[in-house]
């Protein structure tokens, strides 16, 4: 079966009624784009910034990101790519932007915090994202990490556009966000839900802990709930609503999300001929139904037991 997955020819993602599901790529350097490509990714999903300066002292200089970014850009022409500004912090510290020494750095000042702590470094990225816009042909759509609030959504939202970024939206990584949504998708262009972090903030249990990595599963139905509350909302005004946790690389997982109202699912590339054949292989009412009988089960492995069941009714 693997064979017959590897050999079958690059097709958009779609369901089984035909429906299309974009597939775009999760990347963490502009040398990974052709490789995405090669795998036909559809576009960028999650364009994680901060991976090119993990190793820098100081912030980088509006020239060097600049290059990068359409270095990223340009190998996507006509398509979708998703940037997503410096997610600093925690698992991903940059010492330009993450400082202070603290206790509990989940729950520390990160993400858009920092950003906004220390926001000429915010202001330097937009602007270099800015010209990589004008210099290229692909659709870039911005987005904020670790976004708590509406309040924090239009403070991104309104800066992004003052610089010159045409579609700005929000990460939904923590459960506060999640809970706002119906108010969130007046603020945003588009929202994406990383469930890594919404289901380490879900289930209160550090992501970088093997203690307590057990509790570190997307298919919660607590960590669906929420994104049941975003695809809702995105739905009721039609905001896009991505993925681009490691959740939407697992294929079942994958069919649920769009059951639960995910316009996009972004993976490493790796993921993408698996998740296409399962996707295909159920229409929306499928996906739906697996979707409801995930939200009601009371577990992580009873909501994947009830998908793997298949539909009822
Ligand atoms: C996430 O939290 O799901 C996400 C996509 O971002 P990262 O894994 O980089 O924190
Ligand atoms: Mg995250």
Redesign the pocket.
């Given at each position: 079966e693997l064979k017959a997955i590897v050999n079958a020819p690059i097709t958009d993602g779609a369901l089984a009624d035909g429906e299309k599901v974009p597939l775009l790529a999760n990347l963490g350097s502009p040398k990974d784009a052709a490789a995405a490509v090669a795998l036909g990714a559809e576009g960028v999903g999650l364009f994680r910034t901060e991976f090119l300066f993990l190793d820098s002292k100081t912030a980088p200089t509006v020239e060097q990101q600049q290059a990068d970014y359409t270095a990223v850009l340009a190998a996507f022409p006509g398509k979708k790519v998703v940037v997503r500004c410096l997610?600093a912090g925690a698992d991903k510290p940059l010492s330009f932007l993450n400082d202070a020494e603290e206790e509990n750095p989940a729950l520390g000042l990160r993400?858009l915090r920092a950003l906004r702590a220390n926001e000429e470094i915010l202001r330097g990225q937009l602007t270099a994202l800015a010209g990589a816009q004008a210099a290229t042909e692909a659709e870039l759509w911005v987005m904020a990490?670790?976004v708590a609030d509406v309040e924090e959504t239009d403070y991104f939202v309104t800066l992004a556009k003052e610089l010159g970024i045409r579609v700005a939206g929000v990460?939904a990584?923590i459960p506060s966000l999640a809970l706002m949504a119906d108010q969130v998708v007046g603020s945003a262009d588009f929202v994406s839900i990383?469930t890594?972090?919404l289901t380490q903030y879900t289930m209160a249990a550090d992501r970088m802990l093997g203690s307590v990595a057990a509790y570190q599963d997307p298919w919660h139905p607590a960590v669906l709930r929420l994104v049941k509350m975003l695809g809702d909302a995105g739905r009721s005004n039609s905001t896009p609503v991505g993925v681009c946790?490691e959740a939407a690389a697992d294929p079942l997982l994958a069919v649920v999300l769009v059951g639960l109202g995910a316009t996009s699912l972004s993976m490493t590339p790796a993921a993408f001929a698996e998740v296409r054949a399962e996707l295909a292989r159920h229409t929306r009412a499928d996906a739906e139904r697996l979707a409801a009988a995930a939200l009601a089960a009371p577990t992580a492995t009873a909501a994947r037991e009830a998908a793997e069941a298949g539909p009822v009714g």
């Open positions: 997610d993400g990490p670790m990460m990584e990383g890594n972090d946790g």
